[in-house]
């Protein structure tokens, strides 16, 4: 069973700053997604990347999928309060469900 | 364009009661799928549906839980006798086709407490 492993788990900033959140995978990924959700709220669907070495921009979000397609990193430019949120990531299995990470929280502190 | 619409968003059971969690997918989306999801952790998978048909429940426990999308009517997650770890937070996602090739939305969850 493939595992996802989000870091860090937990991240605080202040506004204005970079960060980057990682997923990593013990088995190649096939389809990886990532997910923002805020608060009470279900996941939103960000970004989906497919082949080893592609890079996404959503604003000032940038997705990148590694050349072996077993990790990913989610890079956030001059961070905002409305970027807070569980970020996670997800990929399509053999059967084409979804198998989870458990998240990092971020929090932008104004 | 309403979007996927989870209720109540919050249900409060006793110890052995019943749980009826609701899901009307997006307009146009026939697939449904059901996902559990515990505090500072991801989603679970449960259960997949297309119209009164279940596809894959191997994430959805053998005893007590069961699923169903009618023909007409929103999509039904039943937990019986409910037991204290059946809290969670459970959503619904609906597609208007099959997961690999149609991106999922998500409603806002049912929050589930047991007491």
């Known amino acids: 069973t493939q595992l996802l492993e989000q870091s860090p788990q937990f991240l605080s900033i202040q506004e204005g700053e970079n960060l980057t959140v990682y997923c990593n995978s013990s088995s190649v990924f096939s389809s990886l997604q990532w997910y923002r959700q805020e608060p009470g709220e279900g996941p939103v669907l960000l970004v989906t990347v497919v082949t080893g070495g592609e890079v996404k921009k959503l604003k000032r979000l940038t997705f990148q999928f590694g050349d072996a397609r077993k990790d990913s990193s989610l890079h956030i430019t001059a961070a905002q309060p409305g970027d807070t949120g569980l970020y996670l990531c997800a990929n399509m299995d053999s059967n084409y469900q979804l198998i989870w990470g458990a998240g990092t929280k971020l929090i932008i502190k104004p | 364009n309403a979007g996927v619409m989870q209720n109540p968003r919050h249900l409060v059971r006793r110890r052995g009661q019943e749980a009826r969690l609701r899901c009307s997918p997006m307009?146009?989306?026939?697939?449904v799928y059901w996902y559990r999801q515990l505090p500072e952790e991801g989603l679970k998978f449960m259960v997949y549906?297309?119209?009164?048909?279940?596809?894959?429940e191997s994430g959805m426990p053998k005893e007590r839980f069961s699923a169903e999308f009618p023909k007409e009517g929103p999509s039904i997650l039943r937990i019986q006798q409910v037991v204290r770890g059946d809290s969670a937070a459970y959503f619904c996602?609906?597609?208007?086709?099959?997961?690999?090739?149609?991106?999922?939305?998500f409603g806002n969850g049912t929050r589930l407490t047991v007491t």
């Open positions: 307009k146009g989306h026939s697939h």
């Open positions: 549906l297309q119209k009164e048909n279940i596809i894959d």
């Open positions: 996602a609906s597609s208007p086709g099959q997961m690999y090739n149609s991106p999922l939305h």
